[in-house]
């Protein structure tokens, strides 16, 4: 008998008021903020503007996620402290809405600082800023299996911070680059892009940490929580289920990032229009604001792991249509940007529902901990997509610059801006369907439900 089996029948009855729903979703306004801008401008404002050497810049964004697979699991389980000792998790809630200051650091690089020692100082910036992000997004995922809720509402929850996750992305995502100075950015651009968007994140996450108030007392805990800890970490690695979920998701956020990353110099070298980021990045995170109604439907009629298969095949299909480049024609490239998106929504609902379904099944108490590994996992993928692409690019021979030079760049450096845009991402989602098929818990958890 699963833990599924073993709740009573009432977590499967209560239904979550729009109010605290949508109060709960605005929190990923700001996370969406911090997960997008870095994956999207670091790297190139690293190689381009701060000259520092593509496999630098890899390790500059690769290193400071390393420390986040012990980070957080351990902000995991000091979440699941404080939801023993205090009955929730907001002091870590509220320590992780320093966030912003963090952000505004990163592109705050001294003027007289480049290559190595600029490197360092984004370094110094993304660590602190990695572990104030995993102070507030660990208890906020952990809200979701902490709920006494179930297999649906779970996604119908987790639909609702999709969409306003997914709009923090397209927002920040469009704005950044135009707030940098577009086509002629600037270190002043980005330090300006850095202060205005951290006054947006902050607002976001504090309105957030009311909505996890809210929701938790609409529908407080059914068991006990937070007595995990450490062993609820073993529990966690030991999970089959979950260690097949957490593997297909690795893949599929190292994809994303990966793809986010290559979308300035994709622009630049392959379309020969460095405007046109904006409106790939665009044709990636729109649709989600559309589409994720319908994957919620999919997902109730056909199980959360056939919507999943699904939108990973999409993908794989639509990166390699990315990697004939030019020829293709700009609308057949924007339309599979546009695939792309359709299935990177599907990849950000229904991974997400699934992890409080796995926690629920385990009949663990330890929530904070399995969302810490969770969250690490993600943290993991967002350093190995932009480092994957800057091995792409280092051994092409990419020449890397400060702001206003324009180097010529080598046929290779520019066949491996298209290859890595492209042909990388479908093998690693590839990967991920593979990975992804070995979960088999979807079945029984609706047939509990």
Known sequence: MTGLDRRPAAATETTLARGPLAGFA?????M????????LLLLYFLTDVLAVAPWLAGLTLLLPKIADVLLHPWVGHRADVEQTRRGDRRRLLLLGCALPVAFAALFAVPGGLTGAPAAGWVAVFFVAGNLLFAAYQVPYLATPADLRIGYHERTRLMAFRMVVLTLGILVSGLLAPLLTGGDAATRGGYQRMGVVLAVGMLVAMLVGVVGVARLRARAPADT????????????????????????????MSTTTHL???????????????????TVLVAAFVAPALLVTPAWLVVARRVGKQRALLGAQGAFALGSLVLAVGRPAGLPVLV????VLGVAFAGMQLLPFSMLPDVIHAADSTGAGTYTGVWTATEATGAALGPYA???????????????????????????????????????AMVAAVLLQRRYTLDATARATT
């Open 26 to 30: 605005a929190g990923s306004l700001g």
């Open 32 to 39: 969406g903020v911090w997960v997008t801008v870095p994956g």
């Open 224 to 251: 006990a929580a937070g007595h995990g800890g450490w062993r609820a970490l073993r529990t966690a690695l030991r999970d089959r289920q979950f260690r097949w979920l957490v593997a297909a998701y690795l893949a």
């Open 259 to 277: 793809v986010l990353a290559g979308v300035p110099y994709y622009a630049e070298y392959e379309l020969r229009a460095p405007g046109l980021t």
């Open 335 to 338: 339309a599979a940007v546009a």
């Open 389 to 427: 692409y800057a091995l792409c690019l280092t051994v092409g021979g990419f020449v890397a610059s400060t702001a206003g030079e324009s180097p010529v760049q080598p046929d290779a450096a520019l066949a491996a801006v298209r290859y890595g845009f492209g042909v990388l991402p479908a093998v």
